[in-house]
């Protein structure tokens, strides 16, 4: 999540956003520290328009804790997470997600492992399974 993190910074600033308020939460990242997240940073004043979490249960706390505060989904607020979990679709609103193949990614590091337990180095030490943003109603 940290490089998915830094690599999102670098993005926004190739377009022009440069003041990119990061919120690191303790791992897991759970629905409680999101809310816990998202509360702090009303009560310090914080003004956001959009936040992009690093897993979907962290976006669930934020989202819940932003209704629960009478912010608006998606008109004063965009949420997204990361992961497509379950209950993305099923959150109220439905919840923006990126979503990755999960199932790749297990088969590839069984793979690498298996294949370093045979003493021979991974065909690939970095494989790109890809994404696909799952836009859904909170943006």
Do not use: W
């Not at 976006?59 to 497509?84: K, M, N, W």
């Not at 919840?95 to 492992?113: C, F, H, M, N, P």
């Amino acid at each position: 999540s940290t490089r998915r993190r830094m690599a999102f910074n670098v993005k926004l600033q190739s377009h022009g956003v440069s003041a990119v308020a990061t919120v690191i939460s303790a791992s897991p990242a759970t629905f409680q520290h999101g809310r816990e997240g998202r509360a702090a940073r009303l009560a310090q004043g914080y003004k956001f328009y959009a936040i992009a979490c690093g897993s979907d249960p962290l976006a669930h706390g934020v989202l819940t804790e932003s209704l629960a505060r009478g912010i608006h989904i998606p008109d004063q607020l965009g949420v997204i997470g990361f992961g497509d979990f379950d209950f993305a679709a099923h959150t109220h609103p439905a919840l923006t997600t990126v979503k990755v193949d999960r199932r790749a990614i297990g088969e590839l590091a069984a793979d690498a492992l298996l294949q370093k337990i045979a003493g021979k180095e991974p065909k690939q030490r970095i494989v790109d399974v890809g994404f696909q943003v799952v836009v859904r109603a909170t943006t």
